[in-house]
């Protein structure tokens, strides 16, 4: 029998894709001052997404959780994180209104800095140094020294993170979110994109009820449901010293809550049943995701939900697939079957960036935009075949005009233009936003396949 969970029980099981620190005593030190930090977001808070998540599980809200593959330490500003959360809001209108279900927002921010690798080195020249892991862990320069992992670095993620979303609380409280000013931004992107006409309409039956809205005496003003949302933070939870020093009891109900973020997710290289990552998150009491790719079958997806959610809260776990394109509709029909048949009230989400992602011929990890739609087209299907919610995509993003990702209807094709990921290829701003409207033609059911 598994022993009594604690914040630290995680230790006992085998872990992957951790850093090796190369002064023990230093990490202790720097754990023990995070774990002497106060919490970034209040427990109460990640039960509110909880409750939000459980709407999303029963078919009446969809999930958007979007944001950076890896945050940066360089690429850190004002500027960039309101152009992320800029998009995201925009996204959420197109969707929450073609959908006429609420858009629970999440943002990849505000903590997402460790990476996963699928290789503990990388040749650069004669030489194999360590990979890069997030600038929580080391510097992504191709030299040795760069590449030592410095546990300083643990401590400025949290102090990065905490500003970050002290910024995000002040945009989505402050008046940056109100819905007639992102519904501007909107008519702004129509506008000016070789495939607005295509958007137009949804543009104009939005702008319509807006009006509408404002006829009958509901505006920005009068009504603060208009002026403020809320945007929850996520990130993956890889480094598992850094989330136990975040982890702390809540006085409400006892209960732990790992207070790195609002909602946690574990990656697909460290999801086995018995990991250490899976231990630690089955214990905290905020909602949780799981990256679900292309190998797992039925029965090891009931078992990690039992393992996860015993007690089969909704809006608990969140499974996110990620199956690439082509494999999607075939590999995702028997989970969504088994899942189902268990009775475990789930999100399903989709994250149509991880299983499409490949190597240009410039040497630039890329991803091509139509067959992220792809993914999500096949998810619908199949949850269209299964009688399931398709309850959200999981999108790697920037606010930033870059050129990571191919195509879209600016038809991005120059990937060296403007390249400034840390990690994997982002959707830029209105591959993004474009992306909202190519999910809502989706779930609608009216996409025309052009
Ligand atoms: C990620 O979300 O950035 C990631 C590493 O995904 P996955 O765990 O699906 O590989
Ligand atoms: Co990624």
Redesign the pocket.
């Known amino acids: 029998m598994p022993n009594q969970w604690s914040p630290s029980s995680w230790r006992a099981h085998p872990i992957k894709q951790q850093p090796t620190w190369p002064d023990e005593g230093e990490y202790d030190a720097a754990l023990k001052q995070i774990a002497s930090m106060p919490p970034l977001v209040f427990a109460g808070e990640a039960r509110s997404l909880q409750s939000a998540l459980a709407r999303v599980a029963a078919g009446n809200a969809f999930l958007l959780q979007a944001g950076d593959?890896a945050e940066s330490f360089d690429d850190f500003s004002a500027d960039n994180i309101r152009e992320k959360l800029r998009v995201i809001l925009q996204m959420a209108i197109v969707l929450t209104y073609s959908m006429g279900v609420p858009v629970v927002k999440v943002g990849r921010m505000a903590g997402q800095f460790a990476?996963?690798r699928s290789a503990d080195t990388e040749r650069v020249g004669d030489l194999d140094i360590a990979s890069f892991r997030g600038h929580i862990v080391n510097d992504a320069a191709p030299t040795e020294a760069a590449r030592i992992p410095d546990p300083e670095r643990l401590v400025r993620a949290y102090h990065q993170s905490s500003s970050t979303l002290n910024l995000v609380r002040a945009f989505t409280k402050g008046g940056f979110a109100a819905l007639d000013r992102v519904h501007a931004w909107n008519q702004e992107f129509v506008a000016t994109s070789p495939q607005g006409q295509r958007y137009d309409r949804l543009g104009v039956e939005i702008d319509r009820a807006l009006r509408f809205m404002a006829a009958i005496g509901m505006d920005t003003e009068s009504n603060s449901s208009l002026r403020e949302v809320d945007v929850w933070t996520s990130h993956?939870a890889l480094l598992l010293g850094y989330e136990e020093a975040l982890t702390r009891r809540d006085s409400t109900t006892g209960n732990w809550y790992d207070c790195s973020a609002h909602m946690l997710w574990i990656?697909?290289?460290t999801r086995d049943l018995d990991s250490a990552h899976v231990e630690f998150l089955s214990g905290v009491g905020n909602p949780i995701g799981c990256?679900v790719?292309p190998s797992m079958t039925g029965e090891e997806l009931i078992a990690l939900c039992e393992r996860l959610n015993p007690a089969m809260i909704p809006g608990r776990l969140t499974l996110i697939s990620?199956m690439g394109a082509d494999q999607v509709e075939d590999r995702l029909r028997p989970l969504l079957r088994a899942v189902r048949e268990s009775g475990h009230p789930v999100v399903w989400a989709c994250?149509p960036m991880?299983g499409n992602t490949y190597t240009a011929e410039n040497g630039r990890k890329t991803r091509h935009f139509e067959s992220v739609v792809n993914e999500i087209e096949g998810f619908v299907r199949a949850h269209r075949a299964e009688g399931t919610w398709p309850g959200g995509i999981h999108v790697?993003l920037t606010g930033e005009d870059v050129t990571e990702c191919l195509g879209g209807g600016d038809d991005v094709s120059d990937l060296d233009h403007r390249y400034e990921t840390v990690c994997?290829p982002r959707l830029n701003g209105r591959q993004g936003l474009e992306l909202a409207f190519r999910t809502a033609e989706l779930v609608r059911g009216d996409a025309t396949n052009d």
Do not use: L, M
Request: with cysteine; aromatic share 0%; hydrophobic share 0%.
């Open positions: 593959c990476k996963p993956e990656g697909e290289r990256k790719g990620r994250d991880h790697e994997d």
